[in-house]
């Protein structure tokens, strides 16, 4: 008891030191307090640019380079219905960066006998680009309507992000997000609140650090919104701290604080941000940053690998202790021994797919209490001669009495990103983008350009050259952005998102306990089953061929000894900028 006791203390102590917030962040918006976001960009901003496109090899996996005819590794089969079946040893469903990760380790451990299905006619997942507006010379500007920032890069000697590992070594080019660079606005034009950063930076360090101490003393966790009411932070009625709130929350989780969970929402965010870096780098690549996605899947990819078979849209896996059966709209079937589905947990949450037989209910619960956001970005081009924002800024807010309401806002007109271009993007999320997904764009484009026009009381407002926004919530392949952690899902529910059934395995973002929503999450997790489901193969059952932890029944909070590596939990959220993985259990 005595060694307990010492243990907890230790614990508590890093968790008083560590749970300390002070880093800045971007994996979809902009988090961190003012005072560190200038502190950081004003004494230590790295080189902008400094990864550009010179990687000779850039294979794109599309329907243009990859051959849907019959596998070379696999042979034939019938299949339970009767169908003719491609067969294979692990059927990888899906083609983004937690499918390509997975299919990558079965190459590295000598599986080369899998196929890979994808729904659309190009690998990438959420990495998406999208051509848009004109250029000077005529033709498009590539720009991502789905993820587009590096988030965490490497600290001098510490870990370093994989993703940011694979976008220096494919040349895609990005830029650093200068979070300093930011103007605030309301109904009447700009306004400066940002005291209100301040005011929210104290609430939140207070739910930082009782976030930490809630995980070692096995408290019961909380909605950040009420973390953030106990930490004197109460925004409602003041349209300029919902803004700065939003901003600080919504726009990089996709949720508000209300249904976000206080304690793995700041571990998540300290998994990353303490673990690799603070810095958050943006994509401006005209090849499109799913650019180091194509590449990572030309080391073991060849091109018009008939691995790959893309246009395949599964509707149902039938699953067994002996194998797997999947089957696509267009009749076809594949046999595999072993089956890794990376779908998006809207997918998974949507029915669309179906599993014969079910999913036991300890999985089913897991599927459907994680949550799915939705991060939409708006973007418009203006004539290049008529941007009436100030082009030395990257980022604006605006505070409105409907909170949410086209509040962020990012030029890409700007020095560091697409110069002369007359882009401005605007950014909603899950409750608003609901709104936008199900009106017409012409609504969506009078309501910018009325907030626009109140921002900007002295300009005039130029109508939009091209206009386009995704419809994320409404993709039936997706059917939202990316995961958030509710209050009160313990981490032995979450295991249990991640916990294999009989031979079906799950991999993607939503998975992943300490990187949930970041596509560095999506790369640990493919990765991961990807080795576990090889060691099966190989039949080295001594070296990893295991079944994953899964809990029948949920009691209760989780005691601070199953912070540990079989829940998917090693510890990172309990280190400082750079470290390395801490020895031993407890958080």
């Not at 004494?43 to 019959?70: D, G, H, K």
Request: net charge negative.
């Amino acid at each position: 008891m005595g060694a307990i006791a010492s243990r907890l203390s230790i614990i508590l102590t890093c968790v008083a030191f560590l749970f300390l917030h002070g880093v800045n962040a971007k994996p979809h918006g902009f988090k961190g307090s003012r005072k560190s976001r200038l502190n950081i960009q004003r004494n230590r901003l790295p080189p902008r640019n400094e990864y550009i496109a010179t990687t000779a090899v850039r294979t794109w996996f599309t329907t243009t380079t990859c051959s849907t005819s019959t596998p070379t590794a696999t042979s034939i089969a019938t299949g339970s219905s009767g169908d003719r079946c491609k067969k294979t040893k692990v059927a990888v469903l899906g083609a983004g960066v937690a499918g390509i990760s997975a299919a990558q380790a079965l190459s590295s451990n000598s599986v080369s006998d899998f196929l890979i299905l994808e729904y659309n006619s190009e690998i990438g997942g959420h990495c998406r680009p999208k051509r848009f507006g004109q250029g000077p010379d005529g033709n498009p500007y590539t720009v991502e309507i789905g993820a587009n920032w590096v988030q965490g890069t490497v600290t001098e000697d510490g870990p370093e992000n994989p993703i940011w590992m694979l976008v220096k070594k494919y040349g895609v080019k990005n830029t650093l997000t200068n979070l300093s660079s930011l103007l605030t606005y309301d109904t009447t034009g700009q306004v400066d609140y940002s005291d209100k950063f301040n005011a929210f930076d104290d609430a939140y360090s207070f739910a930082e650090e009782d976030a930490g101490i809630g995980i070692v003393t096995n408290s019961q966790d909380r909605d950040l919104r009420s973390a953030f009411n106990l930490g004197g932070w109460k925004p409602k009625g003041d349209p300029q701290a919902m803004a700065v709130e939003w901003y600080e929350m919504d726009y990089e989780y996709s949720q508000t604080p209300d249904v976000t969970s206080q304690r793995y929402t700041i571990a998540n965010f300290n998994s990353t941000f303490y673990r690799f870096s603070e810095y958050n780098q943006f994509s401006i690549d005209q090849h499109g940053y799913n650019t180091f996605i194509h590449g990572q899947a030309s080391e073991f990819l060849d091109d018009k690998d008939p691995r790959l078979l893309l246009n395949t849209i599964v509707t149902n896996v039938t699953y067994s202790d002996s194998g797997v059966t999947i089957h696509a709209n267009d009749g076809s079937c594949v046999e595999a021994d072993y089956a890794i589905t990376t779908f998006s947990l809207g997918v998974l949450q949507s029915g669309d797919v179906t599993f014969a037989p079910p999913l036991p209910g300890w999985k089913n619960i897991a599927v459907q209490t994680m949550q799915i956001g939705t991060y939409t970005k708006i973007f418009l081009q203006f004539p290049p001669d008529q941007v009436f924002w100030p082009k030395d800024t990257e980022n604006f807010i605006y505070a409105s009495k409907r909170r949410g309401y086209y509040t962020a806002w990012q030029s890409l007109d700007h020095p560091n990103y697409l110069p002369g271009s007359g882009i401005f993007l605007g950014t909603v999320t899950t409750d608003q983008s609901y709104v936008v997904d199900s009106q017409d764009d012409e609504i969506t484009k009078a309501e910018v350009l009325a907030v626009l026009a109140e921002m900007f009381p002295n300009a005039t407002i130029p109508e939009p050259i091209d206009f386009m926004y995704p419809r994320w919530s409404t993709t039936p392949w997706a059917y939202g952005s990316f995961s958030n952690w509710p209050p009160g899902f313990s981490l032995e529910g979450h295991q249990n998102l991640r916990a294999n059934v009989d031979r079906l395995f799950f991999a993607g973002e939503a998975m992943s306990t300490e990187y949930h929503g970041y596509l560095q999450g999506a790369y640990f997790e493919g990765k991961a089953v990807g080795e576990l489901v090889a060691a099966c193969v190989n039949g080295t059952s001594s070296s990893g061929c295991v079944n994953m932890v899964h809990y029948e029944t949920l009691v209760g909070n989780t005691p601070p000894e199953a912070y540990i590596p079989i829940n998917g939990w090693t510890q990172t959220s309990f280190q400082a900028i750079g470290d390395i993985d801490l020895e031993g259990g407890g958080g």
